[in-house]
């Protein structure tokens, strides 16, 4: 991509990232689509975009400290794994007993439900949020 400008790709990618947040912001309500690696691509794309922006992603008060804490691999507190881990029962329960009628579909949003709560519990605990 050398033939594109600097101030080009960073506009592109503060594009990319605001679509990237929009749909994370989906996935709080949908749970077929998930939250956390559409944040942490915005995340990525601001990095790249805009200083701004990527401070305001990761000073956020609503998800600032999971990302930081995700993204430096540090890990996730253990209020953070229980309410990830109980909404998405919550939400794939919801969505499995009265959305979805397809069997097969059932079956792989619980294997979904399932690697994703895997993942989270792999994840170090820590003490604290920051």
């Given amino acids: 991509m050398g033939w594109?400008?600097?101030?080009?790709?960073?506009?592109?990618f503060i594009v990319v990232g605001t679509i990237l947040l929009g749909i994370g912001g989906l996935g709080v309500l949908l749970p077929i689509v998930p939250t956390t690696p559409f944040l942490l691509l915005a995340t990525a794309c601001y990095a790249r975009g805009s200083k701004r922006i990527h401070r305001w992603m990761l000073r956020n008060r609503v998800f600032g400290a999971f990302i930081r804490n995700y993204v430096e691999r540090k890990g996730i507190t253990p209020r953070q794994k229980t309410v990830t881990l109980g909404?998405?029962?919550?939400?794939?329960?919801?969505?499995?007993?009265?959305?979805?009628?397809?069997?097969?579909?059932?079956?792989?949003l619980v294997l979904i439900a399932l690697a994703v709560s895997g993942h989270i519990l792999k994840l170090p605990t820590l003490t604290s949020a920051s």
Avoid: H, Q
């Fill in 4 to 12: 594109i400008s600097e101030k080009v790709k960073r506009i592109l």
């Fill in 87 to 108: 909404f998405l029962w919550v939400t794939m329960t919801f969505t499995i007993v009265f959305v979805v009628d397809s069997l097969i579909l059932r079956l792989f």
